[in-house]
């Protein structure tokens, strides 16, 4: 069947498809709205900005297919072959793709806003600017995938791999990242203010100017990772292990540090007016001309700590050990 015969039976009313060959079919700027293409054969046809809202893709075969900015919007595409299928600023929102084959698929610009992408593999996909918004990528594979300004606010994530993964400048505000594992990822320039990383392993990761206002860091690993100019006011980073991190420049106003290790970071420039830095460890850590104002640091242990410049107008002390060992009254 080629594209006339299928556009001059779908304006006659027939909607099922399902099965057909249609390999190469010119099916442009197409109206295909609510049709059955399940099963169907469309390696290397031409959907490119074709109306397709509501169709039947499951099983259907689009190797090399052209969909470029074709309107696929609560589309079934489960099981389909997208395999090196051009997909460029096309529109999937509420469209479910389980079991989609997208190896070497083009995904640029895609809007899966609310999309089911449970289990699917995006190994190594180009994912750039992609929306993702309320995305289910529940058990997804992401590992080294280029998810560089994508958004995923609201974005179920839990299980996914994510090794590798670049999410540079994504948006990620109020994500549930708890436990995730984000050893040595690229958030440079991200937003993540609100999201929920508790107990997240973001070891030697690089969140240099990220946004994480009110946060929830708890428990969170950071070790080695890079936090220049990050803010982080009102962020919850109790008991968080930020050994070695590079936290200079970045603004801890008002973030609840208690118990957290901070042993030899660089927090030179940092501002950490008013934050709680309780019982936390700050052993050999560079604090000069750090903002201290107000900070509560009961308890802490400065030993070897470098203070130079740093503002200590009505920080409170009392039983901190200080960089030279001795207790403060």
Not at 89 to 98: D, E, I, P, R
Not at 318 to 326: E, I, L, N, Q, V
């Amino acid at each position: 069947m080629d594209g006339q015969e299928l556009l001059r039976r779908y304006a006659a009313g027939e909607r099922d498809f399902s099965g057909a060959n249609l390999i190469a079919a010119n099916l442009e700027r197409a109206y295909l709205v609510g049709a059955n293409f399940s099963g169907a054969y469309l390696a290397t046809a031409n959907l490119s900005r074709a109306q397709l809202t509501g169709v039947n893709l499951c099983g259907a075969f689009l190797h090399r297919a052209d969909l470029s900015f074709a309107k696929v919007n609560e589309a079934i595409l489960t099981n389909a072959d997208l395999t090196k299928a051009n997909l460029k600023g096309a529109n999937l929102v509420k469209s479910v793709l389980t079991g989609t084959k997208l190896s070497g698929a083009i995904l640029s610009s895609v809007n899966l806003h609310l999309a089911n992408l449970q289990g699917v593999n995006l190994c190594g996909a180009d994912l750039r600017g992609i929306n993702l918004r309320s995305a289910n990528l529940v058990n997804a594979n992401l590992n080294w995938a280029n998810l560089s300004g994508a958004r995923l606010s609201g974005a179920l994530i839990r299980g996914a791999l994510l090794n590798g993964v670049n999410l540079s400048g994504a948006l990620l505000n109020g994500v549930d990242l708890n436990n995730i594992d984000l050893d040595g990822v690229n958030l440079s320039d991200s937003k993540l203010s609100g999201a929920n990383l508790t107990g997240a392993n973001l070891s030697a990761a690089n969140l240099s100017n990220a946004q994480l206002r009110v946060s929830l860091l708890a428990r969170s690993n950071f070790h080695a990772a890079n936090l220049n100019g990050a803010t982080l006011s009102k962020a919850d980073l109790c008991e968080a292990n930020l050994n070695k991190a590079n936290l200079s420049y970045a603004d801890l106003s008002e973030a609840d540090l208690t118990g957290a290790t901070l042993n030899v970071a660089r927090l030179s420039y940092a501002d950490l007016t008013n934050a709680c830095l309780r019982n936390a460890y700050l052993w050999g850590a560079n604090l000069n001309i750090a903002a201290l104002r107000g900070a509560d640091l009961s308890g802490a242990s400065l030993r070897g700590a470098y203070i130079e410049g740093a503002d200590w107008q009505e920080a409170i002390l009392s039983g901190a050990t200080m960089p030279d060992g001795t207790l403060h009254d």
